[in-house]
């Protein structure tokens, strides 16, 4: 057992020697004469509701029932936790370069993946293989909700909301679910929504609107999310890059969270990252930072 958890370090050791040597030696991945330019500053928001609520209700609550939550939906309650470092994330945005769709910070490219994220938010009912694809007109945004919540048509319907194109339900119709709702199992899975439409995919503030209803709904049938929350955390970053400005729309405590993993060697725990009972997102969270430099 001993051997094989060594030749596992070691070969991990290789793989990335060889790629930070490929990076140093090859550079830039586009046509040859290209010069990689960064955009002057960004004036990048990453504004978001309060997630005091959220945060309470997570810790009335026992440890069976968040031991249920970790089995179904992974670390993501460790994500309110994150605190939101606007500074940070405003110097880190400067460093996204669209022309590659990765952060370059002088001759060295770094980017997230689909492996570093699923390793962040540890579910180990998802399955890698399955991605998420959206289906047209299979169920209906109101069945979708129905079914989430165990909730009657009639009471579903009187909480949809419509404005302009979009179709949604306010957070405030889903608090009030999760600390009435009786049965255990619908609290849990009421209140995963709640951190995707408010913390992952936080667009309309407040809301929960129909794409995250879609995604979420495949989430329970095992299809992991990670693919689309690193498209909608590029396309994000590129469309604030390009006009300079803008809200930044997707998970931005996931991305800090990656940004803060990339320093494990700092604190020689290069092992854990193999242990199943390991949480990154966890140790992340219990190392103090200061949140005060501009």
């Known amino acids: 057992m001993e051997n094989r958890f060594l030749d596992k370090v070691e070969d991990n050791t290789t793989v990335q020697t060889w790629s930070e040597t490929a990076q140093q030696g090859k550079c830039d991945s586009l046509a040859e004469g290209y010069v990689s330019e960064l955009w002057d ?13 959220l945060k309470e209700i997570w810790d009335q609550w026992n440890d069976e029932v968040k031991q249920l939550f ?6 993501l309650p460790y994500l309110l936790d994150i605190k939101m470092d606007k500074h940070l994330f405003r110097a880190l945005a400067q460093f996204w370069n669209p022309a590659y769709s990765c952060f370059t910070f002088g001759k060295g ?22 991605v998420y694809l959206r289906a047209v007109n299979v169920t209906t945004f109101l069945k979708k909700l129905v079914n989430i919540t165990g ?33 255990v199992k619908r609290k849990v899975d ?12 936080p667009k309309a503030l407040g809301h929960v609107d129909q794409a ?42 996931l991305l800090l969270a990656w940004f803060h993993s ?14 199943e009972n390991y949480s990154p997102l966890k140790e992340i969270v219990a190392i103090p930072r200061r949140n005060d430099i501009s």
């Open 41 to 53: 500053f960004t004036r990048i928001s990453v504004t978001q509701i309060s997630l005091q609520e």
């Open 70 to 75: 970790y089995s179904s939906y992974g670390d």
């Open 109 to 130: 490219d770094l980017v997230p993946t689909v492996e570093e994220y699923i390793a962040l938010l540890r579910c180990s009912k998802i399955q890698v293989d399955r």
């Open 151 to 183: 909730m009657s048509e009639q009471w579903v319907a009187a909480r949809i909301k419509q404005k302009g194109e979009s179709t949604y339900i306010h957070w405030k119709n889903l608090r009030d679910l999760i600390l009435a709702h009786p049965d």
């Open 190 to 201: 009421v209140f995963a929504l709640s951190v995707y439409g408010l913390v992952v995919f």
């Open 212 to 253: 995250v209803i879609d995604l979420f709904d495949q989430i329970d049938k095992k299809v992991t999310p990670v693919p689309i929350i690193l498209v909608e955390t590029f396309r994000s970053l590129n469309e604030c890059r390009r006009a300079c400005e803008g809200r930044f729309i997707r998970c931005a405590q």
């Open 262 to 275: 990339h320093f494990w060697k700092l604190d020689k725990v290069s092992y854990r990252v193999f242990s």
